[in-house]
């Protein structure tokens, strides 16, 4: 590369993005090869001028000379071929069979005036010259050997070897034309085949280069763009179509109208800084890469890809000084980002997990260091002469107690357990079939001494209750039992807690309502997190250990149902349960289910709403 003439970077002109009318009939290969453009547009404007001017003397030919003859009619349409041949290259962008076609218009075009015009030799003989010097600007050896053999046929016709006899010789007038003329046109010749070899071993060099350097944006994964200090793109290198999905060109102002609005003042500066400074400079951009559809409506939403953007001014080969132009490597970054913000929420979540261990080993060791402290010390009560009671009443008070704690002991211990086994995915569900009613019956008949003791109207509201489910029969007993046992405790002496039973569909909702002191919005979003209640202390003002809905969440992702929850301060809390009616059917992932929250206000929806759960809630998880 170091043998180049020049680079495709260096031959930029400077006002190249001053775009004219010609740039309409360039090709769109050329697109992105600013080389390969100059050549087209040149090609373009060169046989655009020769085209307008024989149709510009048109009608001065009419005036001087009347009416055309037939070979001045053949001359016109042979001087349009400059025009044919613009057209072919529009179409076909192959510059190669539009210059071909061109020199084969100066060809006709000589031959053509030559016999059709006598005493006009000159100008056929300057018209072969065009011919050799345009063959010049093509890289094919065969098309400049294919135009000195017609070259010296019609320099031999020119001479005037016209035969007045079949033996008449040479007059010496073409002898001596033949004889100055043909090593003219040899000479002619090798000066164009010494500068067609020369354009070939130049495109070779600058393929050559634009490979290498294809190749070097490839392996690296970057896009080079030459650009202005306006931010107008001149050139790319890199392979940006295939490897960032812009699938339209960049060149022109197409790039800076793909980067985020929000990202242009920064990308600008960072080339103004360039432009002014020899260190690079780096910017951060968002470029639209493609579109999304929505499906729900008829509009689509740009797609953004992260880039950095790091730009340096460029100095070309032999240049002296600064420039305006600067090279751009753009990056993707979108991998790297996108591995950022996952390491970063992973991180968050790590914290979180080490948070919540140590809030759980808190409340773990607070649970079972009241039930125990209770057992040792009313047992050494007991077993100690000295303070142990004489009244039996008081033994059996202490003793009762005792039992008590072992039996929330072991409440603890197996809601532990339980939650460990559906968090490890250990949990096997026992499908079977049974009556959803007669297992709500005896739930409330399990909890009825409880809200009896506690002073709360336990209600049983399922007129529209199934007749059988499918389920894990003791998953549903749990579920139940820990709503309604929640319920209860969280109720205040004279509430009420009513439970509901409604098919809807495929699915049952299982609602437990009270009226009691109700959660706050800011509790709602963690309810179900093991350990946690409204109150995130250890001075709680209700008896419990935090792991009851946290069961039951895990017990309802088993089955494949959903959880809605609604709540406010003082104003009650209904949460419904929605349970397929078959759960092998229900495509269960094992996942705990999904808690839908509804912040209430006001006062607990009223028993006249007739189930005793506000509609919402039952549409919420629907």
Not at 62 to 77: I, Q, W
Not at 372 to 400: C, H, V, W
Not at 579 to 605: F, H, K, M, V, Y
């Amino acid at each position: 590369m170091a043998d180049r003439e020049r680079t495709p970077l260096s031959s930029i002109a400077d006002d190249s993005h001053d775009r004219s009318c010609v740039d309409a009939a360039l090709h769109e290969r050329v697109a992105g090869r600013p080389v390969e453009a100059a050549r087209h547009r040149a090609f373009i404007i060169a046989r655009l001028v020769v085209a307008a001017c024989v149709l510009l003397s048109a009608p001065l030919f009419l005036l001087f000379h009347g009416a055309p003859t037939t070979s001045d009619c053949v001359l016109f349409l042979l001087a349009q071929i400059p025009l044919a041949s613009v057209i072919v290259l529009s179409r076909t962008g192959d510059l190669r069979i539009a210059r071909s076609l061109s020199i084969g218009g100066w060809l006709a075009m000589a031959t053509a005036i030559h016999a059709l015009t006598p005493g006009d030799d000159a100008f056929s003989v300057a018209l072969l010259l065009v011919a050799l010097i345009e063959a010049a600007l093509t890289p094919d050896v065969g098309a400049v050997i294919v135009i000195e053999v017609v070259a010296i046929a019609a320099l031999a016709l020119t001479a005037g070897l016209n035969l007045r006899g079949p033996r008449e010789l040479l007059t010496e007038h073409a002898t001596t034309t033949m004889l100055l003329g043909a090593p003219l046109f040899f000479y002619v010749a090798a000066l164009v085949f010494g500068a067609v070899r020369i354009e070939q071993a130049r495109a070779r060099a600058e393929a050559r280069s634009d490979r290498d350097l294809m190749l070097l944006t490839g392996a690296v994964g970057d896009i080079l763009l030459h650009l202005d200090r306006a931010g107008v793109v001149n050139a790319v290198l890199g392979d940006g179509r295939h490897v960032f999905d812009l699938n339209r060109d960049l060149i022109g102002r197409e790039f800076f109208q793909r980067v985020h609005v929000a990202d242009r003042p920064s990308f600008l500066k960072a080339v103004s800084d360039a432009v002014d400074g020899e260190a690079a400079t780096t910017a951060a951009v968002r470029v639209q890469v493609g579109v999304a559809s929505n499906a729900a409506s008829e509009f689509v939403a740009p797609v953004f890809n992260a880039f950095e953007a790091r730009v340096r001014r460029a100095r070309s080969n032999g240049e002296e000084g600064a420039t305006e132009a600067v090279l751009c490597a753009l990056r993707d970054v979108n991998a790297t980002l996108e591995a950022d913000i996952a390491l970063a929420a992973a991180h968050a979540a790590a914290e979180r997990a080490a948070t919540s261990n140590v809030r759980l080993l808190a409340n773990v060791s607070h649970e079972l260091r009241t039930p125990l402290n209770a057992i040792i010390g009313f047992s050494q009560m007991l077993a100690t002469d000295e303070i142990a009671p004489s009244e039996p009443a008081k033994q059996r008070e202490y003793a009762s107690i005792i039992s008590d704690s072992g039996h929330h002991l072991l409440e603890i211990v197996n809601s532990i357990l339980d939650m460990s086994k559906i968090e490890s995915g250990a949990m096997q569900l026992a499908a079977e079939s049974f009556a959803l009613r007669a297992l709500a019956d005896q739930c409330c008949d399990m909890m009825q001494l409880m809200a009896e003791q506690s002073g709360v109207t336990l209600a049983r509201e399922y007129d529209e209750a199934p007749g059988e489910i499918v389920a894990d029969k003791r998953g549903c007993r749990q579920i139940l039992i820990n709503l309604l046992s929640n319920a209860v405790k969280f109720t205040p002496r004279g509430g009420t807690v009513r439970l509901l039973l409604q098919a809807e569909g495929n699915h049952v909702v299982v609602a437990v309502a009270d009226d009691g002191a109700g959660i706050d919005a800011v509790d709602l979003a963690r309810l179900g997190d093991p350990f946690f209640q409204a109150r995130a202390s250890l001075e709680r003002g209700h008896e419990g250990t935090g792991l009851g809905l946290s069961v039951v969440r895990g017990l309802v992702g088993l089955h494949g149902g959903s959880i809605a929850i609604e709540s406010g301060p003082q104003a009650g809390t209904t949460v419904s349960v929605r349970l397929p009616l078959d759960c092998r059917d229900s495509g269960a992932t094992g996942a705990p289910a999904r808690i839908a929250t509804i912040a209430r206000l006001g006062a607990p929806p009223s028993a006249a709403v007739g189930v005793g759960v506000d509609p919402a809630t039952v549409k919420k998880i629907a």
